[in-house]
């Protein structure tokens, strides 16, 4: 994909469960069981059960690596997190959604762009940053 100063990437969505939490808490080692137990998350005062913060940016780099191509054209991804991203107990989890805006286009095929990460309509990363090499 071509892309221009000023362009507005499509939005990606992806749904999160706590099937999905409990298969990253596996694969990472991370058990806290903020991500797995809604009286342990209510009780430090999270709205429930919380996504990892390393799985919400994981999501951010398919995102980004939906609109590039190619993973390895991925040079930089930088954020802050801002709120958790509540997972209900459901089959139907939560959402979250990215879309982006391209900052820059440099003459050797460097390309900035600015994230948007949000989840029921909050954002969820600030200060979302991403540098790709165009291919």
């Known amino acids: 994909m071509a892309f221009e100063k000023g362009q507005q990437l499509p939005l990606q969505t992806f749904r999160v469960t706590r099937a999905d939490l409990i298969r ?8 806290n069981p903020i991500h797995w137990s809604e009286r342990t998350a209510v009780g430090v005062g999270l709205p429930g059960v919380i996504a990892h913060g390393m799985y919400t940016m994981a999501l951010a780099g398919r995102a980004v690596t939906g609109w590039v191509g190619a993973a390895d054209a991925v040079l930089d991804i930088g954020v802050r997190f801002t709120r958790p991203v509540p997972v209900p107990d459901t089959d139907e989890g939560t959402e979250v959604e990215f879309t982006a805006v391209i900052k820059s286009v440099s003459e050797d095929g460097l390309v900035t762009f600015d994230l948007t990460a949000t989840c029921g309509g909050e954002k969820v990363l600030a200060q979302a940053r991403v ?4 291919i």
């Open 24 to 31: 990253y808490a596996g694969a990472s080692g991370d058990f």
């Open 131 to 134: 540098v790709v090499k165009q």
